[in-house]
């Protein structure tokens, strides 16, 4: 073999020497991450509630007329609303505290009995209209009173009332730290029992729950004050938390 073939043999295998050194010198295993959706991870849901007394409450107040002509119905549903409105701010509520919900006008149908015959067809025989309100106050004790004028000055609708908290936030705060106390407590105490630790939070659901209103009935007719007690409102919020588990 010459001498100039012997120098490419040696360069070629120098080169393939240097190749394998360097392959064998890079990591033995890769380090491969497992998916978010393969790891473990436990849910549990936590509850938290926070009581406080309501200092403010809404009245829905409404007025129903009926009249021969849809222009009657309105116009004598306004002339009462404003009458219930007067009595209203009169009693005490601030004017820009009563707010107008609904206004309604629909027709009024009648179907004549006959004892033989075909069934008569519904015959138009007037018009009902409504208006509903939405009273503020924070005078608690005088709702009773505050009712029983409404109705004096025309409101025969009493659609319901709710207690408030005016400024819920702080309340809002403590339940909801309730809440994650009761959660975290729950998803420890499953780690523990399954010899492994918690891990970061995944994701975090809430809802809150807030007081009803409260149902007064329909049309009313009232003499008497009306008794009411606001009792103690209770705000809960409620958690749903998954962590992962390591």
């Known amino acids: 073999m010459s001498s100039e073939w012997k120098s490419i043999v040696l360069l070629v295998a120098t080169l393939g020497a240097v190749l ?6 890079g990591p033995a295993t890769a380090q491969v991450e497992t998916p978010d959706e393969e790891r473990r991870t436990v849910s549990v849901s936590g509850s938290g509630t926070v009581s406080a007394a309501p200092d403010e409450v809404v009245l829905r107040l409404g007025v129903e007329t009926m009249a021969e002509t849809a222009s009657e119905a309105l116009s004598g549903n306004s002339e009462q609303m404003e009458a219930v409105i007067a009595a209203v701010t009169e009693a005490g509520v601030p004017e820009e505290n009563v707010q107008t919900q609904t206004v309604q006008l629909r027709p009024r149908y009648e179907t004549p009995q006959r004892e033989t015959g075909p069934a008569q067809e519904r015959e138009l025989i007037g018009y ?10 924070s005078d608690l004790e005088g709702v009773g009173r505050l009712l029983d004028e409404a109705v004096q000055a025309g409101a025969n609708r009493i ?3 709710r207690f408030e908290v005016s400024d819920p936030g702080s309340l809002l705060d403590q339940a909801r ?5 009761d959660a975290e407590s729950k998803a420890q105490q499953l780690a523990t029992l399954a010899g492994v630790e918690l891990g970061e939070v995944l994701s975090i659901n809430e809802s809150t729950t807030a007081p009803r209103p409260v149902g ?4 009313v007719e009232r003499e008497a004050a009306v008794p009411i007690e606001p009792g103690a409102e209770d705000i809960q919020v409620d958690l749903q938390v998954t962590w992962f588990l390591r």
């Open 20 to 25: 394998v050194s360097q392959v064998s010198c």
């Open 128 to 137: 009902v209209a409504s208006n509903i309100v939405e009273a503020r106050t």
């Open 159 to 161: 659609e319901g009332l």
């Open 177 to 181: 730290e309730a809440a994650w106390q």
């Open 216 to 219: 007064l009935g329909g049309a």
